[in-house]
């Protein structure tokens, strides 16, 4: 009788985007101010690393930072970590090493 395994392979489908947060919810200001996570913002665009994607996204790759709406995402638990899953068109940016245009923006 074969034994169950809860660490199932897991591939992302179509346009889909899975990221983690690169924030753990406080910052800190340019100024060394700690902002705690609670403090109401108005829209602010988070960054995120890629963890994985599905077969149809063409602008990121894993690895890759995304820029994108806190507002729009989904967040879900694989194997004990918080992952948030993403379209690909709800992605505002790329942040990446090999990409080639100069946009004058370096991060």
């Known amino acids: ?6 660490k199932l392979p897991i591939k992302m ?5 899975l990221v983690r947060s690169d924030e753990d919810g406080e910052r800190k200001s340019s100024g060394g101010i700690l ?10 665009l988070v960054w995120a690393t890629v963890v994985a994607h599905g077969q149809n996204v063409r602008a990121c790759e894993v690895g890759d930072k995304v820029l994108f709406s806190p507002d729009d ?11 948030i899953m993403l379209r690909e068109r709800e992605l505002h940016a790329v942040a990446a090493q090999r990409i080639e245009s100069s946009t004058g923006l370096y991060l």
């Open 35 to 44: 902002i705690p996570a609670t403090a109401q913002m108005a829209k602010r």
């Open 13 to 17: 489908l179509n346009d889909r985007v």
């Open 73 to 83: 995402r989904y967040e879900v638990e694989v194997q004990g970590e918080d992952y």
């Open 1 to 6: 009788m074969p034994v169950a395994d809860d």
